[in-house]
């Protein structure tokens, strides 16, 4: 079994121990352009101990932004970019960073651009409907993503990491639910995967070998009819073949339809409403307990279906989901997944990675509230737990 603080390889790339910061959107870039908030942000997590830091969700284009102040990779961006990767390696970390196309929770009012999805379809979530994406339009992201990933380069990211999960646009097309297609992109999984495989495949023949190429993907996206394990099992034997990728993140759930069934435990309906403006707030508090499930929150909760991929697969694999504690850590790697990804642990203890380290029996203060997760919308993602 590897040590945790062992360095890895990842790709291209050397990480000097196998604990990485998974992204959990900042909310800290009101301009769409990095701020020295964003850059204090990561800069916590790689003074905190973490071999990598992930800047998360930088649209791929302008109508992929779920919301307007969102990161877009564009050559605009890069002079902030590289300003936040210099921070984080001068602390001893790495950095990547999560490139995306919103799809189907693109909130049109915010960006003044229609949203995309497989189909045409009712977003209630933003009381809009998004088009369906022509086969241009499908190429066009394809293209952008490749863009992404030399601007990502060009910033100083050890890391790409092309999301394909929660049901945004790749992982929509993924989603038998979202995806009622009749062409080649829709039907058999074999075609609702071909867009996946196509993104990965672009990031690769720009990355070459400059950085590591991940992709995020959903195992179960928790929602009726939807992805499943056993396709996501196929899809990542595909992926693995295709050998555009360094590594694979696993996770779960869907933005637009089961978002607790990505973090488990209770869902913070007051505060979830409390930064929503009105009529969203309204529909939160009478309806959020329909949207917004709970889900027992256990150590380890994406285990049991992550070792069905880890069974399927030799690529490396980076486990997420409720790690908070060296013995989690150990377990992973005792697994055989090479990497384990922290996301609310941290935001409640930038520094646990150091304190683990430093005390093997330490765990973290996380007390798993999730009311981090509404703080996206009001003033940057925080624990609002921290005192520090």
Not at 128 to 154: E, H, I, N, P, Q
Not at 300 to 308: F, S
Request: proline share 5%; charged share 25%; net charge positive.
């Amino acid at each position: 079994m590897p040590d945790i603080f062992s360095p890895a390889a990842l790709g291209p790339v050397s990480l000097r121990n196998r604990i990485i910061k998974s992204a959990t959107f900042e909310g800290r870039a009101p301009r769409g352009l990095v701020t020295d908030d964003l850059i204090g942000f990561h800069r916590r997590f790689a003074a905190g101990g973490v071999g990598m830091t992930t800047l998360a969700f930088c649209a791929v284009t302008a109508d992929g932004r779920q919301f307007a102040p969102m990161i877009q990779m564009r050559r605009e961006a890069v002079p902030g970019l590289r300003r936040l990767t210099e921070a984080v390696h001068a602390e001893g970390a790495a950095a990547s960073v999560q490139i995306d196309h919103a799809g189907v929770v693109a909130n049109a009012k915010s960006t003044g651009l229609p949203a995309l999805g497989p189909v045409k379809r009712f977003d209630a979530q933003n009381l809009r409907s998004c088009r369906m994406a022509t086969k241009a339009d499908l190429r066009r992201v394809v293209a952008a993503f490749g863009d992404a990933t030399d601007v990502a380069v060009d910033s100083g990211f050890d890391a790409v990491e092309v999301h394909l999960g929660h049901d945004y646009l790749p992982s929509s097309f993924l989603s038998p639910h979202l995806n009622r297609r009749d062409d080649e992109y829709g039907g058999s999984l074999e075609n609702r995967a071909r867009f996946a495989r196509e993104i990965t495949r672009a990031v690769r023949e720009r990355a070459k070998d400059r950085i590591a190429v991940i992709a995020k993907l959903t195992m179960d996206d928790g929602v009726r009819g939807g992805f499943w394990i056993d396709e996501a099992v196929q899809v990542a034997r595909w992926l693995e073949a295709d050998g555009h990728l360094d590594a694979l993140e696993l996770t779960m759930g869907s933005s637009p339809g089961n978002t607790m069934y990505m973090f488990r435990g209770e869902p913070p309906i007051g505060e979830f409403a409390a930064a929503m403006p009105q009529p969203r707030r309204l529909m939160v508090r009478l309806g959020g307990r329909l949207k917004l499930r709970s889900y027992e929150y256990r150590p380890l909760y994406m285990l049991d279906a992550a070792r069905q991929i880890r069974a399927a697969v030799g690529l490396p694999l980076i486990l997420l989901g409720g790690i908070t504690e060296k013995a989690h850590m150990d377990t992973a790697m005792d697994e055989g997944f090479q990497f384990v990804a922290m996301g609310r642990a941290l935001l409640r203890e930038p520094d646990l990675v150091n304190r683990i380290q430093t005390d093997p029996s330490h765990r973290s203060l996380c007390i798993h509230c999730n009311k981090c997760v509404p703080t996206i919308f009001a003033g940057g993602t925080h624990c609002v737990l921290a005192t520090g």
